[in-house]
């Protein structure tokens, strides 16, 4: 059976002659895309701005809440859950203490994202210190516990009955965005071979309920290890964005990890396009086929109004997004020349359900943010 798309460039009326540059005047351009960022895409140019509501009902609505306010001290395989569907769930939690017990997620890949804090992590495979925005992949099934310096939150991403992957970099080359060589992984080192002995328990994760596993030795005991398969560590100040100074490029362009049913991208500090007829915010755009969630993690977003570090945004498939009308003028008048903002989005293909956790803390007043004024 053919799996083609049905593929038929056409133009027609008033039209840009490169996407997301040189509209026609007074134009606003919205882009409907299929498979993310990758598959067929149209380009219409309305005389209106896309978001310019006025009224917005029902649950679909841009949505936005206070994440790190969500956070509790908790085992890191119960911390407060944010988001989910069957193969992406989103929690973050508070670690103030030593971990006097181990952790095992065997419902698949998680990936930490170190929002603040700092510390020592140690695992199956060894440890290593950690800071504030590393990412910490820890492969299904590893062992590990966190003693923190400084009190740390995390956003925990998981991937169920899935696994982390890096994305396929294609003509940019293997070394682009971040060299692998930059991905850290545990030592067996003095600080692992110093670890308290006795009598150890294992919080074990799996279908999202928590069997504790007892032992009179410290389970963490390795004396070597080697192959392909181990936890690694990148931190946001390690990867070097792809951009253009003509044309900008999709977030797609910024994914970090992919795994079977949704993608993570990091936003880092780049140079914002200098092109006189380049957009200089994301485009307005109607990709039907994800939902996106952003963490924000520090800095000042630029295609956002009134969203500060440690809160999430989520933008459900089914209606246009892009930036708020304060960003969208800016960009207009080049304004800003750098981005400051760091940020995690994670683009979903199945819908994620927000948990009443997050819904406590939801800010509802965020859809009207979107308003023209």
């Not at 008033?14 to 409907?32: C, M, N, V, W, Y």
């Not at 790190?68 to 001290?73: I, L, N, R, T, Y």
Request: proline fraction near 7%; aromatic fraction near 10%; hydrophobic fraction near 40%.
């Amino acid at each position: 059976m053919s799996r083609n798309w049905i593929e038929f460039p056409r133009i027609e009326g008033k039209t840009s002659r490169q996407a997301h540059a040189d509209l026609p005047e007074g134009a606003f351009e919205r882009e409907i895309g299929r498979d993310g960022f990758f598959g067929p895409a149209a380009h219409l140019y309305h005389r209106h701005a896309p978001t310019g509501w006025t009224s917005f009902e029902g649950g679909l609505r841009p949505r936005a809440f206070d994440a790190k306010a969500a956070a509790k001290e908790s085992s890191p395989l119960e911390g407060a859950m944010l988001l989910q569907n069957a193969n992406c769930a989103v929690s973050i939690w508070l670690c103030k203490a030593t971990m006097d017990y181990l952790v095992r997620d065997a419902d698949g890949d998680l990936l930490l994202f170190m929002h603040e804090g700092a510390g020592e992590l140690f695992c199956d495979f060894g440890h290593f210190s950690y800071r504030d925005g590393d990412y910490i992949l820890l492969p299904r099934g590893t062992m590990w516990r966190l003693e923190p310096a400084k009190p740390t939150t995390a956003l925990s991403i998981e991937a169920r009955n899935g696994a982390f992957k890096l994305p396929d970099r294609g003509l940019l080359g293997e070394h682009a965005q971040f060299d692998p060589a930059a991905l850290d992984t545990p030592k067996l080192d003095e600080a692992f071979g110093g670890q308290r002995e006795g009598n150890w328990s294992v919080k074990v994760k799996r279908r999202d309920r928590i069997s504790t596993i007892g032992y009179p030795f410290n389970p963490l005991d390795a004396v070597g290890w080697k192959g392909n398969l181990a936890p690694v560590k990148l931190n946001w100040r390690d990867i070097r964005p792809v951009m253009s100074h003509r044309y900008h490029l999709p977030p797609s362009v910024h994914s970090t990890f992919v795994a079977d049913r949704f993608v993570v991208c990091t936003f880092v500090p780049r140079p914002i396009e200098s092109d006189p007829g380049a957009m200089k915010v994301p485009f307005f755009h109607s990709n039907d086929d994800f939902d996106e969630m952003i963490f924000y993690h520090a800095g000042d977003f630029f295609s956002r109004d009134n969203i500060k570090p440690g809160m999430v945004t989520l933008h459900p498939s089914g209606f246009t997004h892009g930036p708020h009308p304060k960003a969208f003028a800016a960009g207009a008048k080049a304004a800003k020349t750098m981005t400051d903002e760091v940020a995690v989005m994670i683009d979903a293909r199945d819908a994620l359900d927000m948990t009443p956790g997050a819904e406590a803390q939801e800010d509802r007043n965020y859809v009207n943010s979107w308003q023209t004024k």
